[in-house]
């Protein structure tokens, strides 16, 4: 195998990533691009968790924001993530990545529940296993899903795919020309100084298990590669 730093990852993809520029729904030319650059890493024989977002269809908060019952709206976010799956396995099938969907919550018709050791043994063949329905519970988001994964499946490192954001800024670098990119942080860096990387929940788990995160933009070519064989892009998270 050429050399690798990370041998096993777990890929978090927030929805908005797979909505491209129309901010909404499932854009075929983004989930085309991300298939290719997952099989770059694939080709190089890392095995690949990837945990899907589902905010580019529906977050909780917003049916909360709508009065809806907040468990309720959660369980429709987490169904979202399982499109967003579907969408994924379809992309990485299409050019030849062996692939198996499999949700928290069951759904036996189109994937397979979400077993710790078949997800394992999954990896060890060569099969990337995408991580459908988030925890399975409401209240929790998909960052904390991959922070659990990640633990759960002993992956290297938790790769944070960004939609066009190169890193970490002291504040959004959209709004504001003086906000500076962190190159490497620590968990409780995060939590202290309120940076928007991913909820607390997903902060104080990853800095239990002590994984290292990696945030970066997905939507330049060659970056997930890159990451993987330890160029220093975006910024790194230690627990
Ligand atoms: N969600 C949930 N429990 C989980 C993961 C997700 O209830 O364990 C719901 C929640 O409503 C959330 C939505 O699914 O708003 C979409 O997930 P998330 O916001 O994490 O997606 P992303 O921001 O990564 O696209």
Not at 78 to 104: C, F, K, W
Request: include cysteine.
């Amino acid at each position: 195998m050429t050399q690798v730093k990370y041998q096993r990852v777990v890929l978090k993809i927030s929805g908005e990533a797979l909505a491209g520029n129309n901010g909404t729904g499932i854009d075929p030319t983004v989930i085309s691009h991300l298939a290719e650059e997952i099989k770059s890493v694939h080709d190089l024989g890392v095995q690949i968790g990837i945990v899907c977002g589902g905010g580019n269809m529906w977050r909780g908060e917003t049916g909360e924001k709508l009065g809806m019952e907040r468990s309720q709206a959660d369980y429709m976010g987490m169904l979202a993530t399982i499109m967003n799956g579907l969408a994924l396995q379809d992309g990485l099938e299409h050019v030849g990545v062996p692939t198996r969907l499999q949700t928290s919550i069951e759904m036996r018709q189109i994937a397979e529940p979400y077993i710790r050791r078949k997800a394992i043994r999954h990896l060890e063949k060569g099969r990337v296993v995408i991580m459908g329905g988030g925890t399975g519970n409401p209240y929790f988001s998909t960052d904390t899903t991959a922070a659990l994964r990640a633990a759960e499946i002993n992956a290297d490192v938790i790769l944070m795919a960004k939609n066009g954001v190169d890193g970490v800024y002291s504040a959004d670098p959209k709004l504001d020309p003086t906000a500076k990119k962190f190159s490497e942080l620590t968990q409780l860096d995060v939590i202290s100084k309120d940076l928007k990387v991913m909820d607390r929940t997903a902060s104080s788990l990853s800095m239990d298990t002590n994984i290292p995160l990696i945030v970066f933009n997905v939507n330049t070519e060659g970056n997930i590669k890159k990451v993987v064989m330890g160029e220093h892009i975006g910024t790194v998270i230690e627990g």
